[in-house]
């Protein structure tokens, strides 16, 4: 279960950085969705290393394969099985890292928990394994926007200190995808750009922060209690490489607002229901209130990079790393399109879910 | 399943806030561990209405009985079932929210997601249903306690806009218990008590940041990809209500550092591991890695005050709220028990799963 | 997850047979079921102790309570909490069993497993257990009748060497109740009723055979490969107490018979399609058909008899037993109900799993 | 979730019929395992179709490969992703089937429930699905095999009427392997055989009964109320293509015996306990015993004849059907080696989950 990811709508990814290929399953999709290999190759391309001069160099085409659960272009209801070949795979520049742990990489916890590790890469560890997340989120992505025109749109707010002006509104596909840094804000994204590089030229690394947004989603997705939306997508983003924070709608810094200066009036909308405002994020008493989901994604700085630095080899003894090999200086705008495709994960499997609980049955 | 919480330690609450009790049953537990009503009632009383003059003055005694899974002192390894009984339920102080919607409550997204609601103190989205976690985080602390001397502790570290300053120290008890507010820098602690009074006083409501830390937690817990250990710590902190906000180690922070800077460097320690630094907040590639545990949990201000405010009733049409009742002007201090619940239950559960897979077979 | 039942409709079944209760929980009931405790003692009723001269004088009420998770009259979509307060404990008559361990009991194998054990009247091991069981079935069962007149109906066809012919209609609830052993051919359930009594005068036990069928099941409850609906109905029947068998449809005899005999052709039927005969049991590729579904479960003679027995103690000497205290001489009678409740719950989460898969989203 | 099985040893199949390959994922094997594909081969020969002359003539040859989750021969505790490539695929001898739903076949229950089907060669329902458990159990054999030389022997014991006589010892491998009808006694094997091939001549097919055996079972696995252990194995059987009954130790016939004859009395056993007789199956209150665990399993004759059918078209229309392909006159001598793998994921997952409830802390 630790590589599986829903509850309904269930993914199981699979695969190692250097092994021949990776993947993934995806039990408990709805039947006849149109479906082919096109409706998944643009996310991985955006995924893709080598695509921009600002990510690693590994070359990579990322084509995927449907292995099962289509019949003539649509899903069956079987489990629907991805795979993707591995084809730049140049063990040797890992060789030292069998023998030395890399500082804020899995390599020594993995060690001591299985007793031994595929090095060559990271191995598990190694971002590829967000392959399967990928496709996996294309076909989500495919069924929301089918569904009702629920659209997901991430991008990036902040690399190192340098910040995007605050966005009011739902950016589009083609403005974040204007810069291979993916910030919608063209003047802040050739300053990112910038860093990165410069960074790169150090031998040094940068993090960033994501913004995501999801707009007609339907009123009560979402569970009270354990399975809160935003606790789902908490997790959902906790469970990416290089995450260390979550914040929804007004976040951290809503802890220094007073009640009076952060509810969200309600207010007649339609025929519905609306907020004024939107410090809820989205999401109240854990469930969707049809207002935009709105969240942040903090990510470290990318532990690669090749400055010597400090560490300790498989018997405990000090020593130095020198890496090598080919890395993201700064992993957040590749990391756009995971952040859309757990979040599109995220709200499939609870659409499926809220539709069991109140829809199978009317009384 | 979205009232339980855990794979292996599962627990599952239940109860509204003016039905006649709220309880949790434990399916899981481990047999033989000494368990009495005094092991729960120290956590209950810290979660309690009515324990300070900056809480709520709804007096419940929250007595718990424990009614199944423990024999002669000792649990069995059967489901443990816990109740307390609802006392002081004062249902027509909430008259007025049978059909008027509360601003950032979960009485709309209920009524929406379920057709009707129990709108009395909020019902199932009250507060009171944390008492099955604390309960449930008691027996998790003892485990952790009597298996390793595993500590947890947390503690408020922001108010409004006070902030302690940064604590080196792992605090006491003691420390944190000294003031209500259960922030262990006196200073600010009398600072934040003289605030959440003001903000009572004019019938507002304040926010504030939690921190929590985990020591003695062995190398190897969490697993790699979806269920990292912060993954699930920050689905656990976001199940909590009332919060909007979760980072781990350098955090948000931590995204405007270079990577130079932010890897924690591995260095001998006695006969093992540690790191130089701690931004990782103990936790690589999703798996502990032995230094301590490390996390913040921002809450927004309570959403309940009692100036009139804007909304909409069950017809849609605007209207003024009034509300009355007895709530309290910040959630935070009483939060600090239900935190550390909650991080106590992913421990233990991820020790019993860490302990599965790597422990059962040997070869 | 031991004690729970179900992915979407989900009970967690708690309590010991001399404990101060037992109760269960049920996560996931769809709202606005209209519930209220008579909906539940009619099938507490048929599985009570004592109701009948051939069942144990254990005197116990079996008041159900509603804890949580109704709101005036109707479901709210939060957890169901009920208990049953056990009554009459006579703890004493179970004194040898502490030390002793009963033949074909679960004492030796809960010993071994947990490291002790609660002995009093099985403890954990009870067919008390089956009271949560029962209140979750009769759920189950309204939401059924209410969704589309499913209706369920066991009943003995076998006492001992005793059986009953093949009953081609589905017999009434009344038929079934008619004779307390639940046999609906009255002139058969005669003779039972005279067996059992005969086996308790010798201080001795029999078993016996329960046939059930489900009507009015729409087609498409049941997954391909693991969660087959037979195989689900299977796991649910040998989890109830002293069952040794399950067959659905031709079951056993199908072995015997050729494919061109066995196989169940397709025949128009109405505007839809029926099979000309239901050897498949209403089940095909794990899926229902519209057929009736139609299966048998044996029971074993009950364990507990009241002459001498061989066995050891916990020290592993040979000994000898004299059992006491008051036992069903077949639970076969009591245990009708229980097999209705258990195909219930397979049904109702069913087919909430396939509303979720095939109906959230049309395309 | 429908495609998985096991809750912590967690396999996921994956594949059609007439898809490019089939496949398997497990999630939650431990690490250090030594793993070829050697391993894997000998059992995937085993289920292989065209294997002897009372099989499928289809040609396969079932080469397994490993795409990930092995490093320098052992497992890493990633996952396990397994493919085979399908060879022989016949499609167009399915063209009848497009229109027409094969009697007792998955055909109309997958159309009714998915509204659309993969109808070559059964896609999803297919035998080929057990490919996945096969590989899956035979790394679950060598685990028991390695942990404690548990040993899982399955054989058959009835096709159509022919039965061979009650087997007092555990059969060996070679034994089974003796006849291709796989029952380990040889002159009733030499009748099976016949009794197969008559049948096929006649177009038509028979089917049988498979006794399966564990030895070196730990006392302790399985879980009481629903995860019992024989209620698990129940599902893995039922959850096989063509299965119609299960029964464990007395089964079906231990309904008719008094509880004086039907229990097993305790003796002393060198250090330990055993019992005297084994009408328990091996399982008492849901936990292993430590005694031969023994079940039996009855599987219908095979659905496909090569004899004109009535059946109805997608419209509902009455017609007939004159099945072509080609097909096992008699599965059951192929699916020996199925019950041997799915008993092997029941009793790993069950032992490491017995190891993470009560051996992860002591008390």
């Keep these: 279960m630790p590589n599986s990811f829903g509850k309904i709508f269930q993914i199981t990814t699979w695969g190692e950085s250097h092994g021949s290929a990776v993947g993934v399953v995806i039990d408990g999709c709805p039947p006849r969705l149109p479906l082919t290999v ?37 899903t069956t209801g079987a489990p629907l099985s991805f795979l993707v070949h591995n084809s730049d795979q140049r063990s040797e520049a890992y060789d030292e890292m069998r023998e030395k742990f ?14 031994h590790r595929d090095h060559r890469g990271g191995g598990r560890s190694s971002a590829r394994e967000t392959i399967g997340r990928v ?13 009702g025109g629920v659209e997901i749109r ?62 007609q989603v339907p009123v009560g997705l979402g569970e009270p209690v354990f399975d809160r939306l935003e606790a789902d997508l908490a997790k959902a983003m906790l469970s990416l490489p290089a995450t260390k924070g979550f914040e929804i709608g007004s976040g951290f810094a809503g802890a220094q607002l007073k009640g009076s200066a952060h509810n969200d009036a309600f207010v007649p909308r339609g025929a519905g229901i609306g907020t004024a405002t939107n410090r809820s994020g989205g999401v109240q008493g854990g469930i969707s209130n049809g207002e935009e989901i709105v969240f942040r994604v ?44 757990m979040t ?20």
Tied chains: 1, 2, 3, 4.
């Design 344 to 363: 599109a994960l995220v709200l499939v499997d609870h659409w499926m879910r809220q539709h069991a609980q109140t829809q199978t049955f009317k009384f």
């Design 38 to 74: 096109a409706d998944l190759q643009a996310d991985l391309d955006r995924r893709r290393p080598g695509q921009s001069d600002i990510t690693t160099p590994r070359k990579e085409a990322d084509k995927v394969e449907i292995l099962a659960g289509v019949f003539e272009g649509l």
């Design 154 to 215: 991430a991008y990036v707010t902040q690399i190192h200190d340098l910040t995007a002006p605050v966005m009011s509104n739902f950016p589009s596909l083609a403005e974040v995808e204007a810069s291979p840094v993916r910030c919608p804000h063209a003047a802040t994204a050739v300053q990112m750009v910038a860093r990165i590089k410069q960074a790169r030229s150090e031998g040094d690394s940068v993090g960033g922060i994501i913004e995501c947004r999801a707009r």
């Design 298 to 341: 903090a990510f470290k700085p990318t532990a690669t990079i090749l400055q010597s630095q400090k560490t300790v080899d498989l018997q405990g003894v000090a020593t130095d790393l020198h890496a090598r090999g080919r890395h993201d200086p700064c992993v957040v705008p590749r990391a756009v399109v995971i952040v859309e495709a």
């Design 102 to 115: 890399r500082p804020s990489h899995a390599d020594y916890t993995y060690q001591a928990k299985y007793g």
């Design 135 to 147: 496709i996996a989120g294309a076909v989500a992505k495919k069924i929301l926007s089918l569904a």
